[in-house]
């Protein structure tokens, strides 16, 4: 099940009375109501300069679809 909110797949959680599906990515919760209003739309580039540099690496590696290891020689490498 894609997430409605942030296309993410979707988790079973079953930590609460009823299973319900959860977005691990940006917590929506099966069944709740998304607040157009509220939701901020951050872009990529604004939800990186939050992170810290492990978050980062595990956000562009994921994204991209190659190892952690490289993503990390290469941020080091361009900051150093």
Do not use: Q
Request: net charge negative.
């Amino acid at each position: 099940m894609k997430c409605p909110r942030c296309g993410h797949e979707m988790n079973m959680d079953g930590h609460r009375k009823m299973d319900m599906f959860m977005c691990y990515e940006c917590g929506y919760i099966e069944n709740r109501r998304i607040d157009v209003e509220l939701e901020t739309g951050a872009t990529n580039f604004e939800r990186l300069s939050s992170m810290n540099l492990n978050e980062a690496v595990a956000f562009i590696s994921r994204g991209l679809g190659i190892a952690e290891k490289t993503v990390s020689k290469w941020l080091d490498s361009a900051f150093a």
